[in-house]
């Protein structure tokens, strides 16, 4: 394979006085070129997506913002990564977060989108949505409404041989809640992943 890894990653950060401070990542001395700058382009592009959508059309000041990424998955040709970005605006009842994710097969030279993942005419959508209903019941997750489906480019990360399906603040619970997250084993999508995407390789026992 033409990448060895893990990637290097590298921290940069936005700062416009003491209490705004975003951290993002970008990654570092591939020799593919081309692909380093598609992935840090990305990576720019969604970090400042969720600066605007924090300040949006808000009438207040912010008085805070803090954002920072986690890398979840760096192996195997396959990175995955989340931004996250926490913005406190005057006068709020309490700040708002706001969590992106990216994952790229380096193998393929591309970002996945959660269609990507899983073999062409597969109804991932109605599997993953059954997956994370049960789970909903099991742990006994409280929802605004009756779950029915998760959206074919619903957020999502890789983390290991795991894929994490994930909802923003209030897409589905109470913001009390926090974040709903719903860990899904490669092996219980065996039959519908795509073989030669980041699922299919991080399944392989090697």
Not at 5 to 24: A, E, H, M
Not at 30 to 45: D, T
Not at 184 to 196: A, F, G, K, P
Request: glycine share 4%; net charge neutral.
């Amino acid at each position: 394979m033409a990448i060895s890894f893990p990637v290097d990653i590298r921290t940069l950060k936005i700062s416009s006085g003491p209490k705004i401070n975003v951290y993002y990542p970008q990654v570092a001395h591939l020799k593919n070129v081309r692909l380093q700058r598609m992935i840090n382009q990305a990576i720019v592009n969604q970090t400042q997506q969720l600066i605007d959508e924090q300040v949006g059309e808000m009438p207040t000041e912010v008085e805070e913002m803090v954002g920072s990424y986690e890398i979840k998955n760096n192996q195997r040709n396959v990175l995955s990564l989340s931004l996250s970005n926490y913005t406190y605006h005057h006068h709020a009842a309490h700040g708002m977060t706001f969590i992106k994710s990216l994952t790229f097969d380096l193998e393929k030279g591309k970002q996945c989108t959660l269609r990507d993942l899983f073999k062409p005419g597969s109804n991932y959508v109605q599997r993953l949505s059954a997956l994370i209903h049960e789970q909903i019941k099991q742990r006994q997750i409280q929802t605004l409404g009756d779950f029915t489906t998760i959206r074919p480019d619903q957020d999502f990360y890789i983390a290991d041989k795991t894929l994490v399906v994930y909802f923003q603040l209030y897409e589905i619970t109470p913001y009390v809640f926090g974040f709903p997250m719903f860990p899904i084993s490669v092996y219980d999508l065996q039959d519908i992943i795509n073989e030669d995407g980041p699922l299919g390789r991080l399944a392989e026992n090697r």
